[in-house]
T-cell receptor, first 110, second 114 residues
Framework: QQQVKQSPQSLIVQKGGISIINCAYE??????FPWYQQFPGKGPALLIA???DVSEKKEGRFTISFNKSAKQFSLHIMDSQPGDSATYFC?????????WGAGTKLIIKP | SQTIHQWPATLVQPVGSPLSLECTVE??????LYWYRQAAGRGLQLLFY??????ISSEVPQNLSASRPQDRQFILSSKKLLLSDSGFYLC?????????????FGNGTRLTVT
């Protein structure tokens, strides 16, 4: 019940396209769902986060869609740019626990 | 503003040698502190976390240990490194419980055990 399953493992998108990364969870006690972005050789950085009482959150070109009944959430990157090429991690949290997805390596082709 | 410092950036150590990685946070008090390990191309594995001085919780039994001698200092240690200890070690802090606050990472230490 503590797993967060993330897909796909890798993704190649053309510049200007939409990148979509999906995550699924089991534990209904999770109440905070962040997405982190990691560039090579750097630590992850918080990109955007959502709580389960909201179905969608948008920050610039990044949008989280949240489906509480399906226990799924996804990250959409609109108008994807080469600078978005990075590894993206979804996560789910309660208290002091943050359960991580395995990560998605996103490559944006110019 | 808050900053997190982690050093060294890279480290090559022989099997059986000791390890000490240090992390400090500036600009905040009583942070929650974390040590993560990331294998190449893999996800993040929580090793230790601390909610206060001297309070360490271990998530994975192994030959690593952690200490928090000061409020904003977190140290990862080993008495004898194994080849399997190679990886990317990340220190992080949060201002409170993880369901209420973001996790801020340092730039990591790339450890290679030879």
């Amino acid at each position: 019940q503590q797993q967060v399953k993330q897909s796909p493992q890798s993704l190649i998108v053309q510049k200007g396209g939409i990148s979509i990364i999906n995550c699924a969870y089991e534990n209904t006690a999770f109440d905070y769902f962040p997405w982190y972005q990691q560039f090579p050789g750097k630590g992850p950085a918080l990109l955007i986060a959502i709580r389960p009482d909201v179905s969608e959150k948008k920050e610039g070109r990044f949008t989280i869609s949240f489906n509480k009944s399906a226990k799924q959430f996804s990250l959409h990157i609109m108008d994807s740019q080469p600078g978005d090429s990075a590894t993206y991690f979804c996560a789910a949290s309660t208290d002091y626990q943050l359960i991580w997805g395995a990560g998605t390596k996103l490559i944006i082709k110019p | 503003s808050q900053t997190i410092h982690q050093w060294p950036a890279t480290l090559v150590q022989p099997v059986g040698s000791p390890l000490s990685l240090e992390c400090t946070v500036e600009g905040t008090s009583n942070p929650n502190l974390y040590w993560y390990r990331q294998a190449a191309g893999r996800g993040l594995q929580l090793l230790f976390y601390s909610v206060g001085i001297g309070q360490i919780s271990s998530e994975v039994p192994q030959n690593l240990s952690a200490s928090r001698p000061q409020d904003r200092q977190f140290i990862l240690s080993s008495k004898k490194l194994l080849l399997s200890d190679s990886g990317f070690y990340l220190c992080a802090w949060s201002p409170g419980p993880l369901h209420n606050s973001p996790l801020h990472f340092g730039n990591g230490t790339r450890l290679t055990v030879t």
